[in-house]
């Protein structure tokens, strides 16, 4: 598999961030100890329909901007499927891509992208996890500091997938 630029300094980024965190550097940056946990974002109460369609919306009309056709969907803080739209022409297999996206981003508490940079800077247990999809496009719908829940899209490109779903996030606030 090759490596893309960015992915491979977010993975330098990371190993330097690790092995500076303390005195004694581990040799493998996955036995460095952080002070924090990452990604605690306590679990709030869960998005209702009402706001989910409005995500959705959001997602969607960005997508139809640039004529992609995307599922969208929309999880609660339990990741437990709140919405979904597909638009017309959209890929059939998108609609359980984006809802695993979503249901991904609210379990473990962050973007898909940040699994799918881990996956391409070499830290392969990852794909070991539960549930896990390396691919962008899942964010965390984070509102007084908690989540949520979790938008996914997909049918495009990551990159295409990620813009939804960020457009569909914003919408949050």
Not at 42 to 67: K, M, S, T, V
Not at 80 to 93: E, F, H, T
Not at 111 to 116: H, R, S, V, Y
Request: aromatic share 4%; charged share 20%; with cysteine.
């Amino acid at each position: 598999m090759r490596q893309t630029p960015v992915a491979a300094a977010a993975a330098l980024a990371l190993f330097l961030a690790c092995s500076t965190a303390s005195a004694q550097q581990p040799a493998n940056p996955l036995d460095a100890i952080p002070e924090k946990i990452p990604f605690d974002v306590p679990y709030g109460a869960p998005i209702g329909l009402e706001r989910a369609d409005a995500l959705i919306n959001a997602a969607l009309a960005e997508a139809h901007r640039h004529d992609w056709k995307l599922v969208c969907t929309v999880v609660d803080s339990g990741a437990n499927l709140v919405a979904l739209k597909r638009m017309d022409g959209a890929q059939l297999a998108s609609i359980a891509i984006a809802e695993h996206k979503a249901r991904v981003a609210a379990t473990y508490r962050r973007e898909t992208k940040a699994l799918e940079a881990g996956v391409q800077g070499g830290f392969n247990y990852l794909l070991t996890l539960d549930d896990v999809i390396a691919a962008r496009g899942g964010i965390p719908l984070v509102e007084g500091g908690r989540l949520v829940g979790a938008i996914g899209c997909s049918g495009g490109t990551g990159s295409q997938d990620e813009v939804g779903a960020k457009a569909g996030a914003a919408a949050l606030r």
